[in-house]
């Protein structure tokens, strides 16, 4: 079967075969008139290398959005480069707290309404501060989770900084 094409309003044909999902992260970011690319890939289990490699991007330019807690129990975002993890210790002290541990799947999915493997931190159920490491904010662009399995987001640090405020932190460390 050929692939439906369209005109766009500039006139140009539009190939309509690859439909992407509607989530609440593009229903957020376009409400913001936020500008981002819509990607997809063959999702096989959840983790950043998977979608660097569907996408054919590199792992430092994927973007993990964890959900983790504070000691008081309040849920946080953490958004990691692919090929990093989070040293807990130091974004503890950077957001002044004791002690700082990645909720569990339930809460994870509760907080964000998102299952994991598709957690987006845009339109998330509950508000929450969202911390990402300063060198994604100085990335030309990168890729993260669009809200559902398999579904990622091209976005800059400039339009990413105009859908969440971002405090910036510096809790990188190489994967184990």
Known sequence: MAPITLNDSAGES??????FPVTSATTYLDKLEIAYEKHSYDYQRKGSDV??????????????????????????????????EVSLKD?????GVKGVQ????????????????????????RQMPVYAEETILQMPKFYINGGQRGFI??????????ALKITPVKVAKAQN
């Open 14 to 19: 539009v190939n309509m075969s690859k439909r």
């Open 51 to 84: 979608a660097a490699e569907g996408l054919g991007v590199g792992l430092h330019d994927v973007v993990k959005t964890l959900i983790m807690q504070r000691d008081d129990g309040e849920p946080i975002v953490v958004l990691q480069h692919g090929d990093m």
């Open 91 to 95: 974004l503890a002290r950077q957001i």
């Open 102 to 125: 990645p909720c569990d799947v339930k809460d994870a999915q509760r907080h964000t309404g998102y299952l994991v493997g598709g957690i987006s931190p845009f339109g998330t159920k």
């Open 153 to 162: 987001l091209e976005i800059t640090p400039t339009e990413i900084q105009k």
